[in-house]
């Protein structure tokens, strides 16, 4: 059904005149847009049937009424959010940009919306531009950053997230231009960068994407067992052994008596002879030996129960 907006004469108020322009504009049916008393600017029940061209339309008018506004106030926030409803296929046509990522589809939109948010927020009417113009960079901007920011497997300062990117398209300039890899001084040459800084982003760029060591190696034909990275790579560190006899150790230590630490702490901290421990004690070597055997007897028995 066509409708026909009735025709806006002298004796309509500025908000009502403002309507009906917005109603002829729209294409919308009349039971479909109602004003509101407090902006004078239309209810649209549901703006996902908006048609784009007629979204337009709709979006200048309530921007313009946006800057009118105050704050935090109802209908601020009615403006505002009629605006976010009504430009939503503007972040759905940006997400679908990034579809074949690892990523569902809902979240990104969810992303790209918080560049919709910022991009009202910040919209200048006086500039001349149209909102989508103005706002598909920053929905744009909000999902690649979502992408930098989540995408590396180690996190590393966004500085260097971005001096990937830049080396990446460096190294296939010269690399087409010099039909060969670029040395690192070529690179930093054609950045304007020292090679400490290419070679940090180049180091950086290795946290990119990782591989688990308990992902399955190459599989040699037939074998029966899976080989992962962590059986090809590394091996057992001894030290970690006397760590952990270090901390079974200690609370033993606290349990001997003053002088028993004392000559531990002579004996293999200070790495003193029985005969220096002695004379620092007072005490003859044989004494100290003794001592010495029956505090390390002690501790080994103790060692033996744990």
């Not at 108020?13 to 322009?21: I, M, P």
């Not at 106030?73 to 403006?79: G, K, L, N, P, S």
């Not at 939109?109 to 910040?122: M, N, P, S, W, Y």
Request: glycine share 6%; proline share 4%.
């Amino acid at each position: 059904m066509n409708y026909t907006a009735p025709v806006v004469t002298s004796k309509l108020t500025a908000a009502e005149a403002e309507h009906a322009h917005v109603v002829r504009t729209s294409g919308l049916e009349p039971e479909e847009v109602e004003t509101t008393g407090a902006t004078g600017l239309p209810t649209v029940d549901d703006p996902a049937k908006v048609a784009p061209k007629d979204a337009r339309a709709l979006t200048k008018t309530f921007l313009d009424r946006l800057t009118e506004l105050e704050e935090g106030t109802h209908e601020y926030q009615y403006v505002r959010n009629t605006l976010i409803e009504l430009n939503l296929s503007l972040v759905r046509y940006a997400a679908r940009r990034f579809h074949n990522r690892a990523v569902e589809m809902e979240d990104i939109v969810q992303v790209g919306t918080i560049g919709l948010i910022k991009a009202i927020d910040r919209f200048d009417c006086e500039r001349g531009v149209e909102f989508p113009t103005f706002a598909m960079p920053t929905v744009v901007g909000e999902i690649k950053r979502f992408f930098r920011d989540t995408s590396w497997a180690v996190h590393v300062p966004r500085r260097l997230q971005e001096l990937r990117i830049d080396l990446a398209k460096a190294n296939e300039e010269l690399f087409q231009r010099l039909d060969r890899s670029p040395t690192t001084a070529e690179l930093a040459e054609h950045l304007r960068l020292t090679e400490d800084e290419v070679i940090d982003g180049l180091v950086a760029s290795n946290g990119y994407l990782t591989t688990s060591l308990d992902a399955p190696a190459d599989q040699e034909s037939g074998a029966t067992r899976v080989t992962t990275y962590a059986d090809r790579f590394g091996d057992v560190d001894p030290a970690m052994e006397a760590v952990e006899n270090l901390q079974a150790l200690k609370p033993l230590v606290e349990q001997l008596g003053e002088r028993d630490r004392r000559i531990l702490q002579l004996r293999f901290g200070e790495e003193m002879t029985q005969s220096e421990i002695g004379a620092e004690l007072g005490v003859s070597q044989m004494h100290v030996s003794r001592l010495l055997s029956r505090a390390l007897g002690r501790l080994r028995r103790g060692m033996l129960a744990e």
